[in-house]
């Protein structure tokens, strides 16, 4: 069964420090990848996607994902964090041909100032 | 990307009653689905809701559990049936224009069950 792992469960950064959460999926064929987050109190929301092309995509708020197929991998990185990041990440994988989404069990950041 | 209301955002319900979730999209949407997040944990596909006929259930959810419905591209109600404090969970509805691609999430519905 495909299955979406999240290493990181529980990460406490100060502001500044660099932030890299990692990703992996067991699905070998064609992937769409993505990463939401869900800020306290608030929507689930898209961060960013991979679907095809440049392997190292760019989303919102500075954040920055690479997709590595030989490593079966989608790591989340941002160069320094603010308080704001404060968040719960998910991973989210989709394989061609399901149609099922299926998320990681999420990482819960933390950013003191 | 689409606009995604439900209702209500949050109830606590006896055992043994029932709860009906509504889903409102702003724009018609070519796929609805329902996820539930137990507590401490990652969201899980229930179903898709489809349009006019019956709704695609994953493995572990069945229809007289969690009876779905989809009159048409904007709306989808999800009902918890004979509730049980197992089913305390967030439940979520998504939408997109297929399975693979970007679905966009409502807030969600927090239930507590006594």
């Known amino acids: 069964a495909q299955s979406v792992s999240q290493h990181n469960h529980h990460v406490i950064l100060s502001e500044a420090a660099s932030l890299e959460l990692g990703c992996n999926y067991s699905?070998?064929?064609?992937?769409?990848l993505f990463w939401y987050v869900q800020y306290p109190g608030q929507h689930l929301q898209l961060l960013l996607k991979?679907?095809?092309?440049?392997?190292l995509v760019k989303g919102i708020k500075g954040f920055e994902a690479e997709f590595i197929k030989s490593k079966f991998s989608f790591n989340l990185r941002k160069p320094s964090v603010q308080w704001s990041d404060t968040a719960e990440y998910f991973c989210?994988?989709?394989?061609?041909?399901?149609?099922?989404?299926?998320f990681g069990t999420g990482t819960r950041l933390q950013v003191f100032p | 990307s689409a606009v995604i209301s439900q209702k209500p955002s949050r109830d606590i319900c006896q055992r043994g009653t029932s709860l009906t979730i509504q889903c409102q999209v702003d724009?018609?949407?070519?796929?609805m689905f329902w996820y539930r997040q137990q507590p401490g944990q990652s969201l899980t596909l229930i179903a898709t809701?489809?349009?006019?006929?019956?709704?695609?259930?994953e493995s572990g959810f069945v229809i007289d559990k969690f009876p779905i419905s989809r009159p048409n591209l904007t709306f989808s109600t999800l009902t918890v049936s004979n509730m049980s404090p197992e089913d305390s969970s967030i439940y979520l509805c998504?939408?997109?224009?297929?399975?693979?691609?970007?679905?966009?999430f409502g807030p969600g519905t927090r239930l507590t069950v006594l």
């Open positions: 991979y679907f095809s092309g440049d392997p």
């Open positions: 699905y070998g064929g064609t992937v769409n």
């Open positions: 998504s939408v997109g224009t297929s399975g693979s691609d970007t679905q966009y």
């Open positions: 989210a994988v989709v394989s061609y041909g399901t149609d099922k989404l299926i």
């Open positions: 809701a489809n349009q006019g006929s019956e709704a695609t259930y």
């Open positions: 724009s018609q949407v070519t796929m």
